[in-house]
T-cell receptor
Framework: DQQVKQNSPSLSVQEGRISILNCDYT??????FLWYKKYPAEGPTFLIS?????DKNEDGRFTVFLNKSAKHLSLHIVPSQPGDSAVYFC???????????FGPGTSLSVIP | DAGVIQSPRHEVTEMGQEVTLRCKPI?????LFWYRQTMMRGLELLIY????????DSGMPEDRFSAKMPNASFSTLKIQPSEPRDSAVYFC????????????FGQGTRLTVV
């Protein structure tokens, strides 16, 4: 039973446009969320995070939005660049010292 | 720091053989995680350690899987005997502390069991 879901296995976006990657979770106890990016033949790298006390966190071209009532978060990339092409993993945890649960990932392709 | 170092990068073995994957975490990091990535299940947490002590191994799929962390700079994940369905990419990651700290991943070990 997946507690963190990313229902779109893949997404294609034109360079310069907005990329929106979605993530849903089932465990209402999750209170911290992270996004990781993974290039082929490399390990995932941390991208951005958000605490449940916020509904938005921004870092340059990357913004994460959290809708607690819907148990949904999204990652916006504006503008999208070809170098953003990667697999994006949504992750969640409960409390300060719990384990991180990852979603299955969404493969983003940014077309030049 | 060189980051999290995993070895080997690739491993091809025959069904029934023992496989040992190795990991050197980032110096000073207190938490270490073993993940498995497959197409079907994405990134699964197998086991994690804090201060060299296993905290949660509920993700280990079967008794054929075992992990150790004899000291702060080394961990192993062993599969004995290996089966074709164990074929996957295995990642080791470390973080300063458990929970909200950013985890740093190694490059992974691609295991193929034939």
């Amino acid at each position: 039973d997946q507690q963190v879901k990313q229902n779109s296995p893949s997404l294609s976006v034109q360079e310069g446009r907005i990329s929106i990657l979605n993530c849903d979770y089932t465990n209402s106890m999750f209170d911290y969320f992270l996004w990781y990016k993974k290039y082929p033949a490399e390990g995932p790298t941390f991208l951005i995070s958000i605490s449940s006390i916020k509904d938005k966190n921004e870092d340059g071209r990357f913004t994460v939005f959290l809708n607690k009532s819907a148990k949904h978060l999204s990652l916006h990339i504006v503008p999208s660049q070809p170098g953003d092409s990667a697999v994006y993993f949504c992750a969640a945890l409960r409390g300060s010292y719990d384990k991180v649960i990852f979603g299955p990932g969404t493969s983003l392709s940014v077309i030049p | 720091d060189a980051g999290v170092i995993q070895s080997p990068r690739h491993e091809v073995t025959e069904m029934g053989q023992e496989v040992t994957l190795r990991c050197k975490p980032i110096s000073g990091h207190n938490s270490l995680f073993w993940y498995r990535q497959t197409m079907m299940r994405g990134l699964e947490l197998l086991i994690y350690f804090n201060n060299n002590v296993p905290i949660d191994d509920s993700g280990m799929p079967e008794d054929r899987f075992s992990a150790k962390m004899p000291n702060a700079s080394f961990s192993t994940l062993k599969i004995q005997p290996s089966e074709p369905r164990d074929s996957a990419v295995y990642f080791c990651a470390s973080s300063l502390i458990l929970g909200r700290a950013e985890a740093f991943f190694g490059q992974g070990t691609r295991l193929t069991v034939v």
